[in-house]
């Protein structure tokens, strides 16, 4: 026989202003743990039901130069230290049971740091029961008598449920029964000692409204997502005695019982809505059953031994309760084989893994990576929150990165209005946690900004109500007689019907006649009873016609309601929209107007500094330019001056080569013009006494001292001191001057001597003295000493103030030159020929003087005299 089956409800597509518009906060409570110790630092205070603030310890204040800092925060309710689980129970968790009977969906979740007391908020301890299995008591309380026979509806891989009828379901339960290890019927299994006291609970709790015409299945799953991975704790793996169980620290399991489940991989279905693929979900009847279930988990999940707590969560644990409701055909009798009626809710229970700081619990190795795991994913969680909170807020639409971590995707669906989102956030008023519990604190406030859609309320079924008990006799209420035995009552006795004679002949016509009289009287009760039920049936459809006459009336002025609050809801959506816009707009404006302001302001600052440094910039230019103008002035003369001296200095030269020229002119007439009788005499030279061949190509101009006597004591030469000996002097010799012969030497003391004239030089010395040679009228080297005193300048450098000049000159003994005597010339000292005889050896001697020659046109050059024709 086929099977029906029901998918996961989707939301059903409405128009605009009907329910689905309208979005709830997500509902955020507080819940204080109490101190471990009495006198131990608090940190954080319940104001009233709905505030705590938070105080900085003492050691923060100290560390932060004694800032103290109070910060108040708001939920939608507070419990404090000596809240009971029931108390948190009947204002968080009863709502979400309550909507999952009547086919919505809810999430419920725990957040805070390591150790705040979050498993106990879901799972509780001995004694006290937590949420969880205060949730599965109420709706085993709630649809305990309703619930269908095991294996009417039955679970698929696609996240959906398929439906089996009476038959089917016997046959698998049979089939089951007859397994080699069938399991105990719940009827029949024990409670488990350890978690006994746990389902105990002492107070009945049953949801309003039930539907009776329904029947309804439960079924239970629980996974763990662990390092980013996700793993059924409730997956039964065979064991393989072929292959090693290594644990998740690699080394081997000693426990062969137990292997370690596989991740899991999550999936969309044809309704977009997230599942875990190949997730055990397990039927339960009872409350005991689902927490065994729970419990058999609860032992694969991680845990760890850290600094701050000895049993710490080490992945987000999610216990999902997934509630089938099918509604009854007509009859009453069996459930409806139609897939579009039925409805599946779920409920998930998340215990989120405590964040933490990794130098508070001193995590190594595994630790310290399932710590950045778990922080990681918590991350992610406040970053879609954020996300959401700015769409919501400025009318964005930015992507929400659920993607990011399988926490945020498996709980998508919830957060895009597939239904209520309840958190509850755990903390721990110890003074150590102070920095962790700020952070909570901010996340907490973030989220109940978000607004989640309000999810649509479960189709009614077209079928007539109460067909579960139509069928069922029912016996009078109480101590009621029957309509019967009142109508019975109202008839005649009944005479006496015992005939002792076989003569009577009065009691059957008695009897005869109390029966006619029944009858007639029940003739006319029967005609009186047709003619109030015709009177009735008219009344009936009477007031049938006018309920309905009212209820159409009722109905086009409900339409017309309803069209007029959807109009204004609508406008209302579209004023909050720009309202939200035009905040977002302000807002930016106000940020920009103050980056503007901000940006001015500097402008104005630097317009200002701008100012001030043209100001300073145009005052040094008027110092410069007077200080430019005066040394300009100052240049100026003296280079008017140097010119002058220049000039006459030009002039001088010019005049003297003029004069030399004109002279020379002389003496070569006076050549050309002398008669030939007479040989002059050659003036008589040490230098001309030697060979030809040893006289070099330019000889030195300057002539010998004149020693009369061969055997005669040299001459000892004699320096000339200057008259300012004891200052230091800068002796500029340049390099084209001749070194003289004579006896008397110009020689400075503690001098520098320089070639050319330089600064370095100038600044150490006082003194300046310039040798300068040039010829004298007679043709000898003339040599002059030009001093003057060193003055530093005022842009730092150095001048020379001319103030005297030395002459040192050499000349003959008897005035002037005399040509020799035309006579033969008496044999010379080397045996030399004389080269003076005539005026063509005379003319043989050439004068030479290079272009620019600074030793001037009276030095002779004696050249090799031409040879006489044979």
């Known amino acids: 026989m086929k099977s029906a089956r029901a998918k996961t409800p989707r939301k059903p597509t409405v128009k605009k202003g009907s329910q689905t518009n309208l979005k709830d906060p997500v509902g955020v409570y507080c819940r204080v743990r109490p101190l471990g110790f009495p006198d131990q630092e608090c940190c954080i205070e319940v104001i009233n039901n709905t505030t705590v603030q938070l105080h900085t310890p003492e050691g923060y204040r100290l560390n932060r130069n004694g800032d103290y800092k109070e ?68 709706i085993f309380n709630s649809i305990g008598s309703f619930q269908a026979k095991r294996y009417v509806f039955k679970s698929n891989d696609r996240n959906s449920m398929d439906i089996q009828c009476e038959v089917d379901a016997l046959l698998e339960r049979q089939k089951r029964e007859a397994m080699p290890n069938p399991k105990t019927s719940s009827s029949k299994r024990q409670v488990d000692p350890e978690f006994a006291d746990m389902i105990t609970v002492q107070e009945f709790c049953k949801a309003e409204e039930v539907d009776e015409d329904s029947v309804y299945g439960v ?13 059924d704790l409730l997956e039964e793996v065979p064991f393989d005695p072929i292959k090693p169980k290594w644990n998740s620290c690699s080394t081997p399991m000693r426990n062969t019982d137990f292997v370690p489940p596989q991740s899991k991989l999550l999936r969309e279905d044809k309704n977009h809505n997230m599942y875990v693929a190949g997730c055990t979900e397990v039927e339960v009847k009872s409350t005991e059953e689902a927490f065994e279930v729970f419990w058999r988990g609860q032992k694969k999940r991680r845990i760890a031994n850290t600094h701050l707590n000895r049993e710490s969560s080490r992945s987000h644990s999610v216990f999902n309760i997934k509630l089938v409701q099918a509604p009854l055909d007509a009859d009453g009798d069996n459930v409806l084989q139609e897939k579009e009626q039925i409805t599946i809710s779920q409920l998930s229970l998340v215990d989120l893994a405590g964040s933490e700081r990794t130098n508070r619990t001193r995590a190594e190795g595994n630790r310290l990576r399932e710590a950045g795991n778990i922080n990681q994913s918590l991350m992610t969680l406040r970053t879609c929150m954020d996300v959401l909170r700015e769409n919501q807020m400025y009318g964005t639409n930015k992507m929400v990165p659920y993607r990011d971590s399988k926490l945020t995707h498996l709980f998508k669906n919830y957060f895009d209005g597939e239904g209520k989102v309840r958190m509850i956030v755990c903390v721990n008023p110890k003074a150590e946690d102070y920095e962790e519990n700020l952070q909570v ?67 059957l016509p008695r009897l005869i006649e109390a029966l006619e009289k029944r009858h007639h009287l029940r003739q006319m009760m029967i005609d009186e009873f047709n003619k109030q039920s015709n009177a009735f049936k008219a009344l009936l459809q009477e007031f049938d016609n006018a309920v309905l006459s009212k209820e159409n009336h009722m109905q086009g002025k409900l339409n017309e309601k309803e069209k007029m609050i959807s109009g204004q809801k609508l406008e209302i959506e579209r004023l909050e929209k720009k309202n939200k816009t035009l905040e977002y707009k302000i807002e930016i404006l106000e940020k920009t107007t103050t980056i503007y302001e901000e940006d001015k302001r500097n402008l104005q600052q630097e317009l200002e500094t701008q100012n001030q440094k043209l100001q300073r910039q145009f005052s040094d230019k008027r110092r410069l330019e007077a200080r430019l103008q005066g040394m300009v002035t100052e240049t100026k003369i003296k280079w008017e001056k140097e010119c002058e001296r220049r000039v006459a200095a030009k002039q001088l030269e010019m005049q003297n080569k003029l004069w030399v020229k004109d002279e020379k002119l002389k003496q070569l007439k006076a050549i050309v013009t002398e008669p030939k ?9 040490e230098r001309d006494r030697e060979k030809v061949t040893q006289r070099s190509v330019s000889p030195s101009p300057v002539p010998l001292l004149f020693q009369p006597d061969q055997n005669a004591p040299p001459i000892r030469l004699r320096h000339r001191r200057s008259r300012s000996a004891g200052d230091r002097w800068v002796d500029h010799k340049p390099a084209s001057n001749m070194q003289t012969e004579t006896v008397m030497q110009p020689h400075v003391p503690h001098a520098i001597t320089v070639s050319v004239a330089n600064e370095k030089a100038l600044a150490k010395c006082e003194k300046y003295m310039l040798t300068h040679q040039e010829l004298a009228s007679d043709g000898e080297i003339e040599t002059k000493l030009i001093k003057g005193d060193i003055y530093k300048t005022r842009g730092g450098g150095q001048s020379v103030q001319f103030t005297d000049i030395e002459t040192l000159k050499q000349e003959s003994p008897n005035g002037s030159r005399k040509r020799r005597s035309s006579t033969v010339a008496p044999a010379q000292p080397d045996g030399a020929e004389s080269e003076w005889t005539d005026v063509e050896t005379r003319c043989s001697v050439a004068v030479e003087m290079r272009a620019g020659s600074q030793l001037g046109p009276g030095y002779q050059h004696h050249a090799q005299p031409k040879r006489k024709k044979p």
């Open 677 to 685: 009788t007479e040989k002059p005499e050659r003036p008589s030279r």
């Open 219 to 231: 079924f239970v799953s629980y996974i763990e997502i662990y390092n980013n991975y996700i793993y």
């Open 441 to 507: 604190m901010r996340f907490a406030e973030v989220t109940q900004e978000v607004e989640v859609a309000r999810p649509v309320d479960k189709a009614i079924c077209g079928l007539t109500p109460g067909r579960r008990y139509r069928n069922q006799p029912r016996g009078p209420v109480g101590n009621e007689p029957l309509v019967t035995d009142v109508v019975l009552q109202s008839f005649p006795p009944l005479p006496s019907c015992e005939i002792l004679d076989i003569n009577d002949e009065q009691t």
């Open 71 to 138: 910060t108040q925060y708001s939920f939608k309710q507070v419990f404090g230290t000596h809240t009971t689980q029931k108390e948190l129970f009947d204002v968080v968790a009863n709502p979400l049971v309550n909507d999952l009977i009547h086919g919505k969906n809810g999430l419920l979740f725990t957040y805070g740091v390591t150790g705040s007391g979050k498993t106990h908020t879901m799972t509780g301890s001995p004694g006290e029961g937590g949420l969880l299995p205060r949730c599965l008591d109420m």
